[in-house]
């Protein structure tokens, strides 16, 4: 007979394992299932400054340390699961992995995260965490004194351009087409600061470099005319994918396949909550993540006790 859990958590990230934390810790038999290596976009982060009481310290440190709290108080976690299917519906919710193994809970908590939409050029996957970014606020004072480029041209490119050049002695945007998509705010903020250069109708075709990134060449579309350019860094906002994609015919999504809760992290079908960087939101870090994780575990026990 199959082991029944209280709680059945999907994804190990921020809000999964914060989510593995509370809820173990009320005593409710716990697992989490995670897809991919334990710790999520954290473990993407060379280093962490903004995580209140912790500071300078490594991504992976930060998702080590969650995973052990987890593991202390007797949550189960196994790692590179893939999922064949999935029923959430009813008071028992089924989960069955491609290797034959069925996992069943009377709750779930999906916490799949997501990713910043990539480029897929060359090199890209090379130099991640050495010198290409996705996220201004993690990793823009690690480029104090250099040049950077910002790939994007809707609000959150233009945003993080001003930003950066908190940090950086120049920015050049490199967008692909002659006009932005960002509100004329953000425009005009941005052509007006001193430190910020602009390479319209282009786009990046590759990452190259030795330890770290050096340069990257740029093509201008409407002319195929090839440039090579010296920089520090690349910081690239060309969207988010949230990893909902198998949840897509089971909870309800938005217009972006975000998983739409309410205020208590609860999707539309009793018993199944969804927390972190997968789910409606304007702002994606560890701290909002470890907020959706704790809510949603709270969320839960309330749940699992009205059930008894």
């Known amino acids: 007979m199959d082991e029944v859990f209280d709680v059945m958590i999907l994804g190990a990230g921020a809000a999964g394992l914060t989510a593995g934390i509370y809820s173990s810790r009320a005593k409710l038999n716990t697992i989490i299932l995670n897809e991919g290596v334990i710790g999520g976009q954290m473990i993407l982060t060379d280093e962490i400054a903004n995580y209140p009481g912790v500071g300078l310290t490594k991504g992976y440190v930060v998702a080590n340390t969650m995973k052990k709290q987890a593991k202390d108080f007797g949550c189960k976690i196994k790692p590179n699961v893939k999922i064949e299917s999935l029923q959430l519906e009813g008071p028992l919710k089924t989960v069955e992995l491609k290797d034959g193994r069925r996992f069943q809970a009377k709750s779930v908590i999906l916490a799949p995260g997501g990713k910043p939409r990539s480029l897929n050029i060359t090199g890209e996957e090379d130099f991640k965490g050495k010198g290409v970014s996705y996220c201004a606020t993690c990793d823009g004072d690690f480029f104090t004194g250099k040049e950077l480029i910002v790939v ?24 692909q087409f002659d006009h932005f998509q960002a509100f004329e705010l953000a425009v005009q903020e941005a052509e007006n600061n001193p430190k910020i250069e602009f390479i319209m109708e282009s786009e990046l075709r590759g990452f190259y470099g030795s330890r770290n990134l050096e340069k990257v060449t740029v093509e201008h579309l409407p002319t195929g005319k090839m440039s090579e350019i010296g920089v520090d860094g690349v910081f690239i906002f060309v969207g988010y994918q949230p990893n909902t994609e198998p949840f897509k015919s089971i909870v ?13 992290m609860k999707t539309n079908i009793p018993g199944v909550h969804a927390a972190g960087d997968c789910i409606v939101k304007k702002y994606r870090q560890v701290t909002t ?11 839960v026990a309330e749940y699992l006790q009205g059930r008894k």
Do not use: C, F
């Open 289 to 299: 993540a470890v907020a959706d994780g704790t809510i949603a575990a709270l969320s």
């Open 152 to 175: 994007g041209g809707g609000n959150s490119a233009l945003e993080e351009a001003v930003a950066l050049t908190k940090y950086a002695t120049k920015v050049t945007v490199v967008h």
């Open 252 to 264: 309800e999504l938005n217009g972006r396949n975000e998983i739409i809760v309410d205020a208590d």
